[in-house]
């Protein structure tokens, strides 16, 4: 019996994902060491990344066990018949789990299942996973992120959602989101738009808590970098993917941002400023190989690594990030290191929830204010504004990580004793 199953728990394929286990499973070892903690992957156990992330667990010295998840279905990776032999099993399966149909002897009950149903808590990891979306609102899909939570619900076992994005939850699955989240014994969140939109919503009556992304937890400060004075160091992390990166954002949405992107960079380097673009995700590595000419004509480096800590560091290094991703600027924020926040409204709120969350609002745009003007007067300010923003960003972060993880610990443990 685990006293605490964490689902889901992510894979490798970039830095992000473990991020976000990192951050939860530093808490847990921190503060519940004397609790057993059972993590269901949203792979399947013979999965390449369920054995990259138990090697990456077991470098940090984490006494969890980690287990594959009930979900086979691969449509990318899977030939026509494997997708259909996977569908059935993953439909025979849940419909199992949900229904209790197997509630006499649980003889035939997933791994996931039996966790929860014998957890004294099921705690659904952190994320941006629970929304609606014209790219991700499939009810399948719902449904299959909610699975842990449903069956915890089935079966009568306490669950607790760990600091979320959420948004869109108007969509055509609304009644069973709002079902779920208020079944919950509390919901924390991720950034400051999705707590004052939670909390706006009348139907939903669980308490509510404002955090910060849990990576935050997990991130190790790197000693401060060798800054010079003379030229700065500006990193910059694209994003031309849909939310998910299951797609690229379409041509017509793509070019204008793309290009000011590009004479952005221009215009910095011709200021006598080093730039690198960072690879963390597969989208940024497709990005770069159509972009290559430009970077190679440009003297712009390319930084690739999928490991958390080797980005913190090299963004350690850095003076200034101007990034699309989420993860990318909690690295370089983490390091008090400046971040420019690029974002757009189908990716939700994260970028500018966590950017008004640590008093850096002003360091955001949106998809539609980008333009080579606004990033180079943004980095100017910045750049100047150097010593006060790391000051403010560190504060900030340990002011809200400190009250996130005390009121966690304290939550959790009044459902747990």
């Given at each position: ?243 998910g990166d299951t797609g690229d954002i379409q041509e017509t949405e793509l070019s204008s941002v793309e290009t000011s ?157």
């Open positions: 019996m685990s006293d605490i199953t964490l689902s889901w728990g992510y894979g490798c394929r970039n830095a992000g994902d473990m991020a976000i286990n990192y951050g939860s499973l530093e808490f847990l070892n921190n503060n519940f060491q004397n609790k057993e903690v059972h993590i269901i992957s949203r792979y399947p156990q013979r999965h390449s990344q369920v054995t990259k992330a138990k090697n990456r667990l077991n470098e940090r010295e984490y006494d969890f066990e980690l287990s594959g998840g009930p979900i086979r279905y691969d449509p990318k990776n899977q030939s026509s018949v494997e997708r259909k032999y996977a569908l059935i099993s993953d439909i025979i399966r849940y419909t199992s789990d949900i229904l209790n149909l197997d509630s006499f002897n649980h003889q035939f009950e997933s791994k996931i299942a039996s966790s929860i149903r014998n957890s004294d808590l099921l705690l659904f990891n952190g994320g941006n996973l629970i929304h609606h979306s014209p790219h991700r609102g499939s009810l399948p899909y719902v449904l299959a992120i909610i699975y842990p939570l449903v069956v915890a619900q089935r079966n009568d076992t306490p669950y607790a959602l760990l600091p979320q994005t959420m948004f869109n939850l108007e969509g055509p699955y609304k009644s069973i989101l709002i079902s779920i989240l208020n079944g919950s014994e509390f919901i924390s969140t991720r950034d400051d738009r999705t707590y004052e939109y939670l909390i706006r919503k009348d139907s939903i009556t669980t308490p509510i808590y404002s955090g910060l992304d849990i990576g935050f937890v997990g991130c190790r400060q790197y000693s401060e970098s060798n800054k010079s004075s003379g030229r700065n160091h500006i990193a910059v992390v694209p994003r031309f993917s849909e939310l992107l590009k004479q952005y960079i221009q215009r910095v380097i011709d200021d006598d400023n080093s730039v690198s673009v960072v690879v963390q995700t597969v989208s940024e590595r497709d990005w770069v190989n159509k972009n290559m000419t430009f970077l190679q004509e440009t003297g712009v480096d390319v930084f690739e690594s999928y490991d958390q800590e080797e980005l913190c560091s090299f963004y350690a290094e850095c003076d200034l990030l101007v990034t699309m991703r989420l993860h990318a600027g909690i690295f370089a924020l983490a390091q008090g290191t400046p971040a420019i926040g690029i974002y757009r409204d189908e990716w939700g709120p994260k970028i500018p929830g966590t950017w008004e969350a640590l008093d850096i609002s002003a360091y955001t745009k949106s998809w539609d204010e980008v333009s080579p003007n606004t990033l180079y007067d943004l980095s100017l300010s910045a750049l100047e504004q150097m010593n006060i923003l790391r000051e403010r960003i560190f504060e900030n972060i340990d002011e809200r990580t400190t009250g996130m993880t005390n009121r966690l610990e304290r939550e959790i443990r009044k459902i747990l004793d």
